[in-house]
């Protein structure tokens, strides 16, 4: 079974730019989940997704946001990019479930300049 | 405010002998415990994980134990190998919003030849 895959691997942007990144889960796998690791705040809770619809928030502001497709697949998106938006974005796959494993996927890495 | 804390950010072990990480919580709420292993540049990678019911699970070399009373649990590798060498998370989540995962700052961990 193929793992979780994100795509792009790497990403340079500049202030004020947007972007998507995007998330393939694992196949049977409805719950997907996004996370922003930097190294002072380590990992960070962004968003869940499970039947195309939000199930749980962090606390991020507006500008990151989300969305998950018929086939599962999840897109992140950030407008107004900041310096402080560098950081690697892992995105997750469960089942669902209460109790379910989360499996991540190799992450994005964006640098913000 | 930390809900899930690693106190040890570094831990060093020689080859064959045993690791003991550690992590405290401090939500009552939390059921649900994993672990995961993280290399530079890569997505954080299951190792194993324990139900609020449990107070062990084992899965070859490693080991979790949970300590309900004092919100504490710890992972033991044994034997420690040279490959065990990474960043260790603890991660927790709570029944309904179990597609939240909290997570610890990390131990790394060496394992010396």
């Known amino acids: 079974k193929a793992g979780v895959t994100q795509t792009p691997r790497y990403l340079i942007k500049t202030r004020g730019q947007q972007v998507t990144l995007s998330c393939s889960p694992i196949s049977g796998h409805r719950s997907v989940s996004w996370y922003q690791q930097t190294p002072g705040q380590g990992l960070q809770f962004l968003f869940e997704y499970f039947s195309e619809t939000q199930r749980n928030k962090g606390n991020f502001p507006g500008r990151f946001s989300g969305r998950q497709f018929s086939n599962s697949r999840s897109e992140m998106n950030v407008s107004t990019l900041e310096l402080g938006d560098s950081a690697l974005y892992l995105c997750?796959?469960?089942?669902?479930?209460?109790?379910?494993?989360?499996?991540f996927g190799p992450g994005t890495r964006l640098t913000v300049l | 405010d930390q809900q899930v804390k690693q106190n040890s950010p570094s831990l060093s072990v020689q080859e064959g002998r045993i690791s003991i990480l550690n992590c405290d919580y401090t939500?009552?709420?939390?059921?649900?415990f994993l672990w995961y292993k993280k290399y530079p540049a890569e997505g954080p990678t299951f190792l194993i994980s324990i139900s609020s019911i449990k107070d062990k699970n084992e899965d070859g070399r490693f080991t979790v134990f949970l300590n309900k009373s004092a919100k504490h649990l710890s992972l033991h590798i044994v034997p420690s190998q040279p490959g065990d060498s990474a960043v260790y998370f603890c991660a927790a989540s709570a029944g309904r919003s179990q597609g939240n995962l909290i997570f610890g700052k990390g131990t790394k961990l060496s394992v010396k030849p």
């Open positions: 939500n009552s709420m939390f059921d649900y």
């Open positions: 997750a796959s469960s089942l669902g479930s209460s109790g379910d494993t989360q499996y």
